[in-house]
């Protein structure tokens, strides 16, 4: 069993499919969509096309391939109309290309490794996850605001459906923010987590980062998934766990909500699973 | 001597110069032979486990680094041992730097280094240990001088130098 060099690294929602990239180099959804020599890190989906990237210079946008300068891509996202990509690379960078040109149209300093990129629902705001998260302006590319992250690597940046909210993880917790004015709403720590001792598991006061989250489309809980190996919803306006799944061998790097009613999964054991809350 | 006998004794002389040319043959091969080597020379080795996950790599130089299914620039390269988590996350590194002359070994959580043990090519051993909340604690030797230096977050850090002895 070779699980973890098809461990899954991200998913994005194309249409009604989910779509995977994994660290063997291949993207998936029901079928092999593409196949490459090199670990993928991350995907992405508009309304018609998919990009995905990971240890190359090489973005793939479709059919065709952008090339970020140096070092290679760690996160990408597209704008909500489809026609920007933000592109998070190891050389401190988050490069925003031009879909109809392939041109890189800005840089975005984040002075760390750009492990996260989102976009703001209404395409005016980035959210950017290094060591730390910014919110920057999208049209010319200024920085809005830092802010009050939790210390160390950021894996994972989300904003609301709506738009007010946006989430960070991070290596101990998930932290929520009004995206308009930075206030910190609420600090997600997680109480137990699992260790794993052979077949068994074993309940223990320790923390391990937090790699993915999501809002339900009300705006009203967060999913998170992580190295415990368990998808947890949150009530956001409480902080407190409403639920927790488990199922997955390895750490769980993607979670997605695809309606109010279930959400996804996509973990480095290799798998992908779909949750339903009742 | 019979037309027999001497065809028997042309055989006998035919058959013992095919032993002596097969003895020389042997001699020769044996002779030529490679030595077993016993010194493999390759640039990188890895270990996997049994679920194919990389837990061990021999590299000059060693690779990026794996976190969580991401892999990061390392500062510069460096050349020795890592160990990896059963999940492929680099936890431990015993190695040499190109860049800085230094030899170190370091123990890893998911998140961070938590242990540094190093030595400088002059000297001046340290070993640091610290935590996520930047507790820290570092033991060091400069100039014939023991420290045990440590420091909490937000607060500065603090010397104890052991008094020289009488």
């Known amino acids: 069993m070779m699980w973890l060099a098809a461990g899954i690294t991200s998913i994005a929602i194309a249409g009604n499919?989910?779509?995977?990239?994994?660290?063997?180099?291949?993207?998936?959804?029901?079928?092999?969509i593409a196949s490459k020599d090199y670990e993928l890190y991350a995907v992405t989906a508009s309304a018609n096309r998919i990009a995905f990237c990971g240890n190359s210079r090489d973005i793939n946008v479709g059919?065709?391939?952008?090339k970020i300068p140096a070092g290679w891509c760690l996160a990408l996202d597209f704008s909500p109309d489809g026609r920007t990509l933000a592109v998070g690379t190891t050389e401190k960078q988050v490069e925003l290309f031009d879909v109809a040109t392939g041109n890189i149209l800005r840089s975005l300093d984040t002075k760390w490794s750009a492990a996260a990129v989102t976009w703001s629902p209404d395409g005016k705001t980035i959210a950017t996850g290094a060591y730390g998260v910014a919110i920057w302006n999208a049209p010319d590319g200024s920085l809005l605001?830092?802010?009050?992250?939790?210390?160390?690597?950021?894996?994972?940046?989300?904003?609301?459906r709506d738009g007010a909210r946006v989430a960070a993880a991070g290596p101990k917790t998930a932290h929520i923010w009004n995206a308009a004015t930075g206030e910190l709403l609420r600090k997600i720590e997680p109480e137990g987590f699992v260790q794993f001792v052979g077949e068994k598991s074993v309940i223990e006061p320790i923390t391990v980062p937090l790699l993915s989250l999501d809002f339900s489309p009300d705006g009203k809980t967060l999913a998170t998934g992580g190295s415990d190996r368990m998808v947890r919803i949150w009530d956001v306006e409480s902080g407190k766990e409403l639920r927790r799944f488990e199922g997955h061998h390895a750490s769980i790097t993607a979670v997605r909500f695809l309606d109010a009613k279930r959400l996804v999964s996509g973990s480095l054991d290799g798998t992908i699973k779909f949750w339903t809350l009742k | 001597m019979t037309e027999e006998q001497k065809k028997i004794a042309s055989l006998e002389r035919r058959v013992n110069l095919l032993i002596l040319i097969l003895v020389i043959a042997i001699g020769a091969g044996i002779a030529a032979a490679p030595k077993k080597p016993d010194v493999l020379r390759v640039r990188q080795l890895s270990i996997v486990d049994a679920n194919g996950v990389e837990r061990v790599r021999l590299g000059a130089p060693l690779p990026e680094p794996m976190?969580?299914?991401?892999?990061f620039h390392r500062d510069g390269f460096v050349s020795g041992i890592l160990l990896f988590d059963a999940e492929g996350n680099e936890r431990s590194g015993y190695a040499t730097s190109d860049d800085y002359p230094n030899v170190i070994f370091t123990l890893d959580s998911l998140a961070t280094q938590h242990v540094?043990?190093?030595?400088?090519?002059?000297?001046?051993?340290?070993?640091?240990?610290?935590?996520?909340?930047?507790?820290?604690?570092?033991?060091?030797?400069?100039?014939?001088?023991?420290?045990?230096?440590?420091?909490?977050?937000?607060?500065?850090?603090?010397?104890?130098?052991?008094?020289?002895?009488?």
């Open chain 1, 17 to 32: 499919e989910v779509v995977s990239a994994s660290l063997d180099g291949k993207v998936r959804s029901k079928q092999l």
């Open chain 1, 63 to 66: 059919e065709r391939i952008f």
């Open chain 1, 145 to 160: 605001r830092n802010l009050e992250a939790p210390p160390g690597a950021i894996h994972a940046v989300v904003f609301s």
């Open chain 2, 67 to 71: 976190i969580l299914g991401k892999r």
């Open chain 2, 116 to 166: 540094l043990f190093m030595a400088e090519p002059q000297g001046s051993p340290t070993l640091m240990m610290w935590d996520e909340k930047k507790g820290a604690l570092r033991f060091f030797v400069d100039e014939g001088q023991p420290h045990i230096r440590y420091g909490r977050a937000g607060e500065k850090d603090v010397d104890l130098v052991p008094e020289a002895s009488k």
